[in-house]
């Protein structure tokens, strides 16, 4: 829980910053609205970096995509309680929000935007109140499908787990603060800067 409350020797450290939350199926086109938001909403918005057991992918950046590990180290990592919320998806690899960066990150005045799934965040709202949180999808199932379909990355059997999956995630969509409906990436992008920056002057105003 950041700490809100300042002694007259604070009064020149940054004010703590925001945490957000942006969920949404496979293939709702999270990381690119996302990436559209950092790069054009004038607030100061930082996505967090997530550790993760998988290895990388062609052009993924250490500390920049993730923060890649062993199995044996994220399982002491996660022992120690270094994580805000962690996972294993789909059986096969673990991702996991690390607690210290994020808090760090907020204490610095930064708006951390974690890109997490709707078990994920669920358990992050219970722990930390204040959040600000979306959920992303495309419209319709049928939209979603094909656009995992056009992804021409996975078999049938994972586009129906995915689909399953997305089916199972809609039904937490009450427990997000604003649904955004990606049909078109600017207005999406346009969407979440505007109920962000309204909650930045009511914020400065509170």
Request: net charge negative.
């Amino acid at each position: 829980m950041v700490d809100n409350s300042q002694t007259p020797n604070q009064k020149n450290k940054p004010t703590p910053g925001q945490l957000i939350i942006v969920s949404g199926p496979s293939g709702a086109g999270k990381s690119t609205v996302l990436r559209k938001l950092l790069s054009e909403c004038e607030l100061p918005l930082q996505l967090s970096v997530s550790v993760t057991t998988r290895a990388p992918r062609t052009g993924e950046v250490e500390g920049r995509d993730y923060y890649f590990v062993s199995d044996e180290q994220f399982q002491t990592m996660r022992s120690e309680g270094q994580f805000l919320e962690c996972m294993e998806v789909f059986g096969r690899n673990w991702y996991g929000t690390p607690v210290e960066r994020v808090d760090e990150a907020l204490r610095s005045g930064k708006w951390v935007i974690l890109e997490i799934d709707v078990q994920g965040a669920l358990s992050v709202m219970k722990q930390r109140e204040g959040i600000l949180s979306f959920f992303v999808h495309p419209g319709t199932r049928k939209e979603l499908e094909r656009r995992l379909r056009n992804r021409g990355t996975e078999e049938e059997s994972a586009i129906q787990r995915r689909l399953e999956v997305a089916d199972e995630e809609l039904t937490a969509l009450s427990y997000y603060d604003y649904e955004i409906v990606n049909r078109d990436v600017d207005i999406a992008v346009a969407d979440i800067c505007k109920y962000l920056k309204k909650n930045a002057e009511e914020m400065t105003h509170a």
